[in-house]
């Protein structure tokens, strides 16, 4: 287990509603990586916080955006949901710095928009 | 941008065997390229990485090669095991961006 921490574990929402999930980054790390993984695909880069701002971005719409807040932990939120985003959300926390690249990946939140 | 591609798709092998998967990366500004290990409700572990500047690095039963001419590197798993069935990812960044691009994965069965 790498100590990250992901709520909820499911969610079932209807297409225009708005979502938010949750990570707690293990202990240590600093930053916070959200990631999208389509069934059968590989997991996408959406963005990544360090210090409470978002310090990269992947191509998602600013409907997906985010939150870090002090104690490291981070919000995914997406508005007007549509079919297609429906998918496994998967945060990772890693250390700004020499390794920073290590990714540490949650077991992440399975959403189904409907 | 970076795209990296990887294959198979799906691989079986019989316990005891080695099992090979490739991936190539298009962007030459790659510098990390690590492995995942992706088991059913769960998510990717970190199982090896390599950086450019070294051509192997092995892990006891895992390794991976980099070949940075070619730009593709390899997963080797010898002496197989039941427990190592899962999807396999590979990935590609640069070590200075945050956009860590991933292959489509393997499925990787092991019988017994």
């Known amino acids: 287990e790498t100590g990250v921490t992901q709520s909820p574990t499911h969610l079932i929402k209807t297409r225009g509603q708005q979502v938010t999930l949750r990570c707690s980054s293990q202990?240590?790390?600093?930053?916070v990586s959200w990631y999208q993984q389509a069934l059968g695909q590989g997991p996408q880069f959406i963005f990544q916080y360090y210090r409470e701002e978002e310090n990269g971005r992947g191509n998602f719409p600013p409907r997906f955006s985010g939150l870090q807040f002090p104690n490291y932990s981070s919000e995914l939120n997406v508005n007007a949901l549509e079919l297609d985003d429906s998918a496994l959300y998967l945060c990772?926390?890693?250390?700004?710095?020499?390794?920073?690249?290590?990714?540490?990946f949650g077991s992440g939140t399975q959403l189904s928009v409907l | 941008g970076e795209n990296v591609e990887q294959h198979p798709s799906t691989l079986s092998v019989q316990e005891g065997d080695s099992a090979v998967i490739k991936c190539t990366y298009s962007?030459?500004?790659?510098?990390?390229f690590p492995w995942y290990k992706q088991e059913l409700g769960k998510g990717p572990q970190l199982i090896i990485d390599?950086?450019?500047?070294?051509g192997e690095k092995k892990d006891q039963r895992i390794a991976v090669t980099l070949n940075k001419t070619a730009k593709h590197f390899s997963l080797h798993i010898t002496e197989t095991q039941p427990e190592d069935s899962a999807v396999y990812f590979c990935a590609a960044s640069r070590m200075d961006n945050n956009d860590m691009r991933f292959g489509a994965g393997t499925r990787l069965t092991v019988k017994p």
């Open positions: 962007d030459s500004a790659s510098n990390y």
């Open positions: 990772a926390s890693s250390l700004a710095g020499t390794g920073r690249e290590k990714l540490f």
């Open positions: 202990s240590g790390h600093n930053t």
């Open positions: 390599i950086r450019s500047n070294v």
